[in-house]
């Protein structure tokens, strides 16, 4: 019984413990939940035990996708996100029962050639993107309503006299919320277009920039489409759903922020490289961007002395917008995606 991971990825590497434990297991598993459990590996197996996954699986990770076909000759099932799967690939594999998505879309998946060959495909609408979105769109409102002053605000003494109504007592400024904004995403992939999906009530404008348009996607939304640069100068608040890798690297730099639009908000939970911290530092400093929500930074965790953490108007958490990692998170995570391999072995 063989799973093949079409990708070297933290997420599927997890997944390949739960499924067959590894002489490496300890270590990885180290890394992966740092401070969340102080015995991971014994969180694993316990969780791996109540799947009642059977002895037995071998578990491969294509590290190059020149061999992705060759693996397949074997396999029971194929464990892919963003990986290309065409029809070349399947007609070596004799054995494919399954083609387990590791998300809600895979579009360099050939669906007609997994037709022919009676492989079945599934899709997971996946937990964390779901956390993710939420957290975003937490941090949008935190920033547009002016949480931050609102509870500042709170601690300090009143002069009013209590009475049964007092509102708005500290006459806190910065509370407007999202609509009527102009919000732009960067970046359109399951996240971002999630988040474009939970903001439609607000009333807000969306627009969006990626490397290539998705016209089906704008008009089921009703969002459009913009360059980097339209995008920055036009929104009041910026949101960043791209991978970080050397393409993205200072994506948003100095030279992006002075062509923001004055005021503009910006809320980061993809990756920290993804945004120059210093240009942002000096941006919030001038007054040229109005405040920032970043769960993530090029660093982590964040320095004591780091100057974000000292910047007017800046929401910091931890890099915890995909949930805390425990066996519930692994029941809603990974869960289904070992139930459904399983299922077919």
């Keep these: 019984m063989k799973v093949v991971f079409a990708e070297e990825d933290k997420m599927f590497r997890l997944i390949g413990e739960a499924l067959a434990p590894s002489v490496e297991a300890e270590e990885f598993l180290a890394a992966f939940f740092l401070t969340e459990s102080a ?15 059977p002895p037995g699986i071998e578990v491969s990770y294509c590290t190059c996708p020149k061999r992705l076909a060759g ?6 099932v194929l464990v892919i996100e963003n990986s290309g799967v065409r029809a070349e690939h399947l007609e070596q594999a004799r054995s494919l029962k399954l083609i387990q998505v590791f998300g809600r879309e895979a579009p360099g998946l050939d669906l007609d050639a997994c037709a022919r060959h009676n492989i079945v495909v599934r899709l997971l609408d996946r937990y964390s993107n ?3 979105t939420e957290h975003a769109v937490m941090l949008m409102l935190a920033l547009t309503r002016g949480l931050d002053e609102s509870r500042a605000a709170l601690q300090r003494p009143c002069p009013l006299y209590p009475g049964a109504w007092a509102y708005n007592w500290p006459a806190c400024t ?11 995403l960067v970046g359109l992939g399951q996240i971002g277009t999630m988040v474009a999906e939970y ?9 969006y920039t990626r490397r290539t ?7 089921k939304l009703g969002i459009s489409y913009a360059t980097l640069d339209e995008l920055v100068s036009r929104s009041d608040l910026i949101s960043l759903h791209v991978p970080g890798n050397a393409e993205t690297r200072n994506l948003i730099n100095a030279a992006v922020l002075a062509r923001a639009r004055p005021g503009l908000f910006i809320v980061n939970t993809a990756r920290g490289t993804l945004v120059d911290e ?9 007054g040229k961007i109005a405040g920032a929500a970043l769960d993530v930074f090029v660093n982590e965790p964040l320095r004591d002395d780091h100057p974000l ?10 890099h915890v917008a995909a949930g805390s990692r425990d066996e519930a998170w692994l029941d809603r995570e990974i869960g289904p995606v070992v139930d459904s391999i399983v299922s077919v072995l």
């Design 39 to 53: 015995d991971p590996v014994d969180l694993l197996r316990r969780w791996s035990a109540r799947r009642k996954v």
């Design 71 to 76: 693996m397949l000759a074997d396999a029971t």
């Design 130 to 132: 779901r956390l993710v």
């Design 174 to 184: 910065a509370v407007r919320g999202l609509a009527g904004r102009v919000i732009g």
């Design 199 to 207: 903001l439609r009530p607000f009333g807000a404008t969306i627009i």
């Design 213 to 219: 348009r998705n016209r089906l996607v704008e008009k």
């Design 278 to 286: 210093d240009a942002l530092v000096a941006a919030l400093e001038s």
């Design 309 to 318: 953490r000292r910047a007017k108007n800046v929401i910091l958490t931890p």
